[in-house]
Each structure stands twice: as structure tokens, then as C-alpha cells.
């Protein structure tokens, strides 16, 4: 599939998706409710989130509005970076800066003031260039340094500032690893120029030398030797004729190679910027699909998500859903492939999710696994497939009973992790996901526990367990997070999620992200 037909149905299929999706996701987006919820906030992570969501409304209806909540935004972050301790939330609050300096300066850029904007802009590439400086810069917001300073480089030029315009450029082009390839052509280039002159310069030399020696003897020799000199001198100046000769030709193909090169300079950033374009509208799709933090706490009061995409936007995902006045539905789920595969598959994933128990009102785990399974494979058009793809997803889907304290749980290659008054159950699901597989399809399974209270439960993907890190820079392993899992699950809840990413981060160090991570515990 071509890169156009790719784009178009990641695009617009979704906003198909979107329509059937939950009434909570779509309310949520309301400025009134916004504003109470910012109200309610309990911590100032919550508040930016809320803020820069009623910034995306009033970006275009109300520029000057949208200023205010950017400017709200850099206030919290500069508060918070004074005297942060914690790496990742540093981290994160810089990158929220960053992100707020970025909008601002699009908001000036599109009322015409570029003077500000390319304050704004630079002010935020500058934060991301030292968090890429200390190795804390994440894939998705390489892009955005690289689009930044793109944006940068081209204001610069339309200032004829074109010492400061280079700069950025390069910049740009170093983030996308085709900086190299351009220096190792100037250089073969260059390499050409110093080669031409270095046999020009010792062709002049020669020639001098031996024009030289012809003077001081042109007396002492006979008109014979004086025949000779100048054949001899003739001889040297063809050389020379045809080395200038060749010269100018060289000369010539250097010139057409400097405007190939730019040609595809030009190419290469317009389709960079399409292609970040469109991932990052992407991301605020599948943002949209996904159960907003309000809506959890109001169902599960006691839980956390610990969501942390590879990629701008992410194969995993996570759903709750408030099924009656007692009971509530939550999954975490893994689809095939990360980034733009993977959302595209956890869009799909979310939908079937709201037919199956939002729409049809299925009641049982198992059941909604094997009809999401059933759609997804009539979607694909693969019934009779005998191939060895493996396309859908890997999920635990659960429903709690919070007046009874029991749980149904069905898997589909995810675990589920029991913990109670310190000892750890291990609950695994059928080895088989939902979706097309190599194996025969057999009916999921349901898993019926009883729970105390101050029980916790545990569901995730594997992005956690298969990160490479510590001093050997090997897997983290199941063994090792289920240790974890029952250290800190007398923890607060809050306490928890914050013990999580601490671990993760701790142990990835300077190791590049392998895989998407979701984490969600609940606490009974």
C-alpha cells in the first residue's frame, strides 16, 4: 500500500471509529466541564492536561484565549522545574514547557507576528536540544525538535538571516539522520575541488620550473637546444589546456550535483513535515478514543494508568467502562506492531469494545473476546488466510463487581496479577490473541475470583517486562515485575504509579525504548 493510501485511511477511518465511541469521551471536551475539572485537579499534571485541552477549542475561535492557557501552562512548569528532584518528572515538565512555547508561537505565527513566534519557537527548540543533550529526549518529540527547527530555519530565511536559517536547517536534517549522507557528498565534493587544483597548481609549477631553467641557459645552448625547449614548452601547455579543459568539466558536474542535492533537500523536508503532520493528528485521535483520567477516577476511584507510548502514538491501549451502578469493565491491551500500526489496530479495538458492551450490553468477558476476534478477522478478510501473520491484539479484559468483590477475567495472552495480604496470584489467559493467528481458534476462557478488601489487581502489556536496561543491559523479565508488583502493592495508589515509572526509568537508563508500555492497577 502506498504511502497516500496509508495516510488516507489512518486519517479518515478513524473519524468513522470516532462517531460510535463513548458519550463520556465526547462530552469531555466541553470548556464548562474543563473548567470544573480544573477546579477539582489535585495535582498540577492533571490541571496541564485540562489546560492544554481547552486550549486545542479556542485555538482557532479565540487566539488571544488559547495565549493565556499557554502562558498558564509555562507558569506551572516553571514553578515545578525550580526545585524538581524527580528525573522523569523533570523530564516531563520540561517537555510540557517546551510543548506550551510551541503552540505559543504558532498562535503569534498565525496572527502574522513572527517576531514573537520566533522567539517562542526557539525558546522551545532550545529546551528539547538539552534534554537530547542529556539522552531524555523521547522518539516522538525528536520530531518535534526537528519540525521546530525547521520552522525556525525557514523564518530565519525569510528575514535574510541566512547564517542563523543554515544552522537550523542542519539541525533539522542532523534529527532526521540525513545530515550525514549531505556532509559525506560535500566532502566527496570538496575532495574533487582540493584534487583539481592540487594537479593544476603542480602542472603551473612544473611549467615555471622548466620555463625558468630555459631562460638561464638560452645562452650557453645552440639553436638546436632551443628547438627543444620549445617543443618541449608546447608539450606542457597542451597539458595544461586540456587540464583546464577537464577542469571546467568537473567544475560543471559539481554544479549540477549542488542542485540535485538541493532538489532533494527541498523533497525531503516536504514530505517530513507531512508525514509529522499527519502522525501527530493522529495522536489527538486516538487521544480521544481513550478513557479519560476524569472517567477512571469516577469508576474506579482506587486505580492508576501508567501509559507511556514508544512512539507518538501507540499500539497499546487502555478502556473502562462503568457497566452498571456495581459493576465496571477495564482492559489493557497490546495490538501487533507499535506507532502507526499498532493506533491504527487499537482504534479498531476500541470501537469493538463499545459495540460489544457499551451497545449490545454483553455481560461476559470471554464473549466479548470472541466476537471482537470474529470482527476482526471478517475486517481483515483473511478467513481461509494460511500465512503466519499474526495481526490483532493481546488483551486481559476484566469486570468488577464492586458490591460483591469478584472479578470475571478473560485473556488473551495477558496476565492478570492477584495480590492479596502479600501473596501474588499469576492468572494467565489462553495462548491465543484476538485476532487472525496460526492456531486453531478456540473459545476464550473466564476466570472467576473472589477478592478481599485492599486487594490489588494488575493487568499490562509486555512492554514493561521486555525492556532492555540495568548494568548488563538485559530484559527486565516477568519474574523480576512480579517481585516488584508485590513490593509496592501496600502502597498508596498514587504512590504506586509514581514507584512504577520510577523503576522503568531507572532501569532503561540510556537504553532506547523497545517496546509501548501500559501498566493499570486497581486497588479493591
Known amino acids: 500500500m502506498n504511502l497516500l493510501k496509508t495516510i488516507f485511511l ?22 464548562e466541564i474543563i473548567k470544573r475539572r ?20 479556542v485555538f482557532i475561535s479565540d487566539p488571544e484565549k488559547d495565549l493565556e492557557l499557554q502562558q498558564q501552562v509555562i507558569d506551572i512548569c516553571e514553578e515545578h522545574l525550580k526545585n524538581e528532584k524527580i528525573p522523569y518528572l523533570k523530564k516531563w515538565f520540561s517537555e510540557q514547557e517546551s510543548m ?124 638546436f637546444y632551443i628547438t627543444c625547449s620549445l617543443f618541449v614548452f608546447l608539450g606542457l601547455f597542451i597539458l595544461v589546456l586540456r587540464s583546464w579543459r577537464k577542469t571546467k568539466s568537473q567544475n560543471k558536474i559539481i554544479e549540477n550535483q549542488k542542485s540535485d542535492i538541493e532538489n532533494q533537500k527541498s523533497k525531503l523536508e516536504e514530505s517530513h513535515k507531512e508525514i509529522t503532520d499527519s502522525i501527530n493528528y493522529a495522536k489527538n485521535i486516538q487521544d480521544a478514543l481513550m478513557t479519560s483520567s476524569e472517567y477512571i477516577e469516577t469508576a474506579l476511584p482506587g486505580s492508576f494508568v501508567f501509559f507511556l507510548p514508544k512512539d507518538v502514538v501507540s499500539g497499546d491501549y487502555y478502556w473502562v467502562y462503568k457497566f452498571s451502578k456495581d459493576e465496571v ?9 507499535h506507532g502507526v500500526p499498532g ?49 490483532g491484539m493481546d488483551m486481559a479484559l476484566c469486570k468488577l463487581n464492586l458490591k460483591t468483590r469478584t472479578l470475571e477475567y478473560a485473556g488473551a495472552n495477558n496476565p492478570l496479577v492477584h495480590i492479596s495480604e502479600g501473596k501474588l496470584s499469576y492468572i494467565k489467559g489462553n495462548s491465543q490473541p484476538v485476532g487472525l493467528s496460526v492456531i486453531d481458534n478456540k473459545p476464550f476462557t473466564n476466570h472467576k475470583i473472589k477478592l478481599k478488601k485492599g486487594d490489588m489487581i494488575y493487568v499490562y502489556s509486555d512492554g514493561y517486562q521486555d525492556q532492555f536496561g540495568g548494568p548488563k543491559g538485559k530484559k527486565y523479565m516477568v519474574k523480576k515485575f512480579k517481585t516488584f508488583l508485590t513490593e509496592i502493592s501496600n502502597l498508596p495508589i498514587e504512590e504506586q504509579r509514581v514507584k512504577i515509572q520510577e523503576e522503568f526509568h531507572d532501569w532503561k537508563t540510556n537504553h532506547e525504548q523497545v517496546d509501548d508500555i501500559c501498566v493499570m492497577g486497581i486497588r479493591v
Not at 495535582?43 to 477549542?57: A, E
Not at 469493565?329 to 506492531?337: I, M, Q, S
Open 343 to 391: 493506533a491504527f489496530m487499537s482504534m479498531i479495538g476500541t470501537s469493538l469494545l463499545n459495540e460489544n458492551i457499551v451497545d449490545y450490553k454483553i455481560d461476559d468477558p470471554a464473549k466479548v473476546l470472541g466476537n471482537m476476534r470474529n470482527k476482526i478477522i471478517e475486517s481483515l478478510n483473511d478467513h481461509a488466510s494460511k500465512t503466519n501473520n499474526k495481526d
Open 100 to 223: 506550551a512555547f510551541d503552540k505559543t508561537a504558532t498562535s503569534y505565527y498565525y496572527e502574522g507576528d513572527d517576531k514573537k513566534a520566533l522567539k517562542f519557537y526557539t525558546a522551545s527548540s532550545k529546551i528539547l536540544e538539552d534534554l537530547s543533550n542529556d539522552h531524555l529526549l523521547s522518539t516522538d518529540n525528536t520530531y518535534l525538535l526537528s519540525n521546530t527547527c525547521n520552522k525556525i530555519a525557514r523564518m530565519y530565511e525569510g528575514e535574510g538571516n541566512f547564517k542563523n536559517a543554515l544552522n537550523y536547517y542542519q539541525k533539522s536534517m542532523r534529527l532526521e539522520g540525513e545530515v550525514q549522507a549531505e556532509r559525506n557528498k560535500e566532502q566527496t565534493l570538496q575532495h574533487v575541488k582540493d584534487s583539481i587544483l592540487l594537479v593544476s597548481s603542480d602542472i603551473m609549477h612544473e611549467k615555471e620550473i622548466s620555463y625558468q631553467k630555459e631562460i638561464t641557459k638560452k645562452k650557453e645552448r645552440n639553436l
Open 329 to 337: 469493565f477495564f482492559t489493557v491491551a497490546d495490538c501487533t506492531g
Open 10 to 31: 489512518f486519517l479518515f477511518l478513524p473519524l468513522f471509529l470516532l462517531s460510535n465511541s463513548q458519550e463520556i469521551t465526547r462530552s469531555s471536551t466541553k470548556i
Open 38 to 57: 480544573i477546579k477539582a485537579a489535585k495535582t498540577d499534571t492533571t490541571k496541564i492536561k485540562l489546560l492544554q485541552q481547552w486550549s486545542d477549542l
